[in-house]
């Protein structure tokens, strides 16, 4: 719109001022249109709408502030801008026009220049107002398309996402379970008779199997946390004798190099809630690296518990360039080439480290000099404990005579639990899915089941709703024995009522320590 083709409508019963405006203004290359009545004003500017409203107020029919105020509330022309021109000359009569919607108000006898430049003053705010409203709507499309297609991205993230988790936790149950059959049935071959050539190769299966399943729980670890689905068990430890334990391991492998491993225990505590699977797994990382990556010299390892956990490990090892050092917590990058690597590892351990503390809330550091050794700084704030702790009732009588009912579908795996079981004194059960495991219950009666969560038919977890649901195995204490350990499975089996939750592949002393804990038998 420019000002040539504004369109301007002026209703006014007086000819002459009709036609005075209608002059000038076409002068000035208006399109200008004229009515003599308010009825007829308000048809015109109905059907064929202007760009702004000229109109004088004192009218036969209806007054010109009537007329704006119909015009104000007919969307076809509620947005017009309206100019009064009146000989009433009084403040009321102005604030009367402004508060019936006029823009403006011209009083007679007019000046034509006044007239003028008031007129395209509003003519030019109206296209500046039309142009703002248009970039404002092709904005919001825009908008509106972007948040469309932003949507459409998420959810697709989401399900590629999903997709991963479930692969993960696919690729996690089919792997553990063979697994966990080889590293049971080496365990059992140990007990055998073997010639010396005989028990090498059995040792070596053993090593390679267990180098694979600390690898493959590396992977699981790491996609886990990147996912953020591990779940934490929160619980008060004693750090101390934790740190003790664990430098005792490491000061086994330490000396096998000639390297001396000391530590130090300060702080105004020994209690503090933390997972201690996790911290654990922390600090053999560390004491672990610095043993492999040092060749002379000590490690020291200087723990104290104030309000957080400050721990640091210092080795005078093979140390890192400083402008690596930020290098080594990312996942799969070791410094050394891969053609001429003397130390095995899958460079995932600080990976793994750091993202621990980050999910605990704290942090992993360090402090490096090449062939001046390394400092690794931990530091973790206290937890809040998941859960009090229940006063554990141990079983003080031992496994012998126990009857566990196993539920698992895998035979070789069934073996393995079977003979770890009847070797402990247990007098086992059978069930191959989850409708004998109901059968199988009423049957042999037992003082716990060791349930597999992933079962043909019938899976863990419906069997487990089921027991729970006859109230005299109410309080029977069932174990999942399971390959699943995503948070959000541990949680729903929970939710189910499983009491415990061992992973494959089982470890014969966490089996066996698991099920005299919840079978309160003294
Ligand atoms: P891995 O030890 O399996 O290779 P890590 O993630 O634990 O994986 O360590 C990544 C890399 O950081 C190692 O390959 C090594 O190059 C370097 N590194 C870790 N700890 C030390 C240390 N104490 N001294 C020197 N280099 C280290």
Known sequence: MTKENAKILIVDDNEMIRDVLEEILSMEGYDVQCCSNATEGLECGHSDPPDLFILDITMPDIDGLELCRRLKSDPATMDIPVIFISGLIGMEEKIAGFKAGGVDYITKPFQNLDVLIRVKTHVELRKKTQILESMNEWLEEKVEKRTRELRLAKESAEKANNAKSEFLANINHEIRTPLNGVLGMLKLMGNCEMNDDLEMYHNLADFSARHLSAVFSDILDYTQLDSDSMRFNYESLDIHKLVENVCLLQREHAQ????????????????????????????????????????????????????????????????????????????????????????????????????????????????????????????????????????????????????????????????????????????????????????????????????????????????????????KYRNLPVIAVTAYSHKDDLDRFEDAGINAVITKPVSEDVLIDTIMLHSARD
């Open 256 to 471: 096998n190099k000639g390297l001396e491993l000391k530590w130090e225990l300060t702080g105004d505590r020994t209690e503090f809630v933390c997972d201690e699977i996790r911290l654990v797994q922390i600090l053999n990382n560390l004491l672990g690296n610095a043993v492999k990556y040092s060749n002379k010299g000590e490690i020291t390892l200087r723990c104290h518990l104030s309000d957080d956990l400050n721990i640091e490990v210092e080795d005078q090892g093979v140390g890192i360039p400083s402008e690596r050092t930020e290098e080594i917590f990312t996942p799969f990058l070791q410094l050394e080439s891969p053609y001429t690597k003397e130390h095995s590892g899958t460079g995932l351990g600080l990976a793994i480290s750091r993202n621990l503390c980050q999910a605990m809330n704290g942090a992993l550091s360090v402090n490096s000099k090449p062939g001046k050794g390394s400092c690794f700084t931990l530091k973790l704030p206290e937890q809040k404990a998941r859960f009090p702790k229940p006063p554990v009732e141990h079983n003080k009588g031992g496994a012998e005579n126990l009857r566990i009912l196993v539920v698992e579908d895998n035979t070789i795996n069934l073996y393995l639990l079977e003979n770890i079981l009847e070797a402990a004194g247990c007098r086992v059960f059978q069930a191959l899915n989850g409708e004998e495991a109901m059968e199988e219950l009423e049957a042999s009666d037992p003082d716990i089941v060791l349930l597999d969560m992933g079962l043909p038919r019938k899976s863990g977890l419906e069997v487990i709703r089921e027991i729970r649901a006859r109230e």
